[in-house]
């Protein structure tokens, strides 16, 4: 079985999203990230150790082709009683040995699927969830 593995990474002390060339390991954690742009450290002495994000791809698209990543904020395609649409973000449940879309810490209530679609992530478009995570 063939499964492609990518991975992106926020920068926080420049909010930028970049997709890396290049990791370094470290004692098991990721401490160096080349980024065509810049290098740097991840954590360490040397540098911010909240500096980057790392998320992993799926290995889905969303219903236009886009590509999920952990983080990213997906309109899962259903409205609520007020008519708004079910937005929800992606993350890792161990549990469930995959990622789900995260509501909160009040269940895992969906999968992933190629019907969702991506219209944001976590911190670009921290706007889509207000309220929702309290």
Request: glycine share 12%.
């Amino acid at each position: 079985m063939k499964r492609e593995i990518k991975f992106r990474v926020w920068d926080h002390n420049t909010d930028t999203m970049m997709i890396p060339d290049n990791f370094e390991f470290c004692d098991g954690e990721i401490c160096w990230i080349d980024a065509g742009r810049e290098a740097g450290p991840k954590s360490g002495n040397d540098g911010d150790p909240g500096q980057f994000e790392i998320m992993q791809y799926t290995g889905l698209k969303d219903k236009n082709g886009r590509e999920i990543y952990e983080g990213d904020v997906l309109d899962i395609g259903l409205r609520n009683q007020d008519g708004k649409p079910v937005i929800a973000p992606v993350s890792y449940e161990t549990y469930a040995a995959g990622y789900v879309l995260d509501n909160g810490g009040n269940g895992i209530w969906q999968r992933l699927t190629e019907d969702c679609e991506v219209i944001g992530n976590i911190f670009e478009n921290p706007e889509l969830l207000e309220g929702k995570h309290e």
